[in-house]
């Protein structure tokens, strides 16, 4: 159980275009998901939290604008990267929270979306 | 500033040596602790996690970590290390058990046949 997917699995776009990307919880509900960034050779960073039904809350240094967030169902949050450009070409992550009690909050990742902006 | 910090960046390991990557972490009170590892072309996946209890957690692999509270410390350890362990561990933080999950700046484990 508790299996996060993400799609696509690798995307290349032109500068300038918009990508979406895409992240379910398969066999669990969701309130709560996450957006990480992993650049090569580094650690995972906090973009974002997506909050089902409400607006997210972006970490400090990452544009809203830029990084559009939308939790429309407790499956699936979506993250749209802009006016994508090169310097945004990173690994994107996602991660779901199943929260049981306020001494057990465990994440599950998804396998991560490879952007590559040309 | 709170802080997750993982001391080894890089490891080098024949196989069967054993295994400590360390962890320490900046926050006070409460807090969760995980181990995850990415092996190469993967995901991440959890190693093990400690929530309350005995400080001694076992994961999967053969993989423990110690949660030692006086030291702000969740060391990872496997008595002897197999090829199939050449990935990267990162130690994750979850203060009072709230929203942000904070990452250590990861260990690359190579582990030579």
């Known amino acids: 159980g508790a299996v996060v997917s993400q799609h696509p699995s690798r995307v290349i776009c032109k500068s300038g275009t918009s990508v979406k990307i895409e992240c379910r919880s398969l066999?669990?509900?969701?309130?709560?998901m996450f957006w990480y960034r992993q650049f090569p050779k580094q650690s995972l960073m906090l973009m974002a939290t997506s909050n089902e039904g409400s607006k997210a809350t972006y970490e400090q240094g990452v544009e809203k604008d830029k990084f559009l967030i939308n939790h429309a169902s407790l499956t699936l949050s979506t993250l749209t990267v802009t006016s994508a450009h090169p310097e945004d070409s990173s690994f994107y992550i996602c991660?779901?929270?199943?929260?049981?009690?306020?001494?057990?909050?465990?994440?599950?990742f998804g396998p991560g979306t490879r952007l590559t902006v040309l | 500033a709170q802080s997750v910090s993982q001391h080894n960046h890089h490891v080098i390991l024949s196989e069967a040596a054993s295994l400590e990557l360390g962890c320490n972490y900046s926050y006070g009170g409460t807090v969760n602790l995980f181990w995850y590892v990415q092996y190469p072309g993967q995901h991440l996946q959890l190693l093990l996690k400690y929530f309350s209890g005995d400080p001694l957690v076992k994961g999967i692999k053969g993989f423990e970590a110690e949660f030692i509270k006086s030291k702000f410390s969740f060391n990872l350890r496997k008595p002897s290390v197999q090829w199939s362990d050449t990935a990267e561990y990162f130690c994750a933080v979850n203060p009072n058990a709230g929203n942000m999950l904070t990452f250590g700046g990861g260990t690359r484990l190579m582990v030579k046949p």
């Open positions: 991660s779901a929270r199943i929260y049981r009690d306020f001494s057990y909050n465990e994440q599950f």
């Open positions: 066999d669990f509900q969701a309130t709560t």
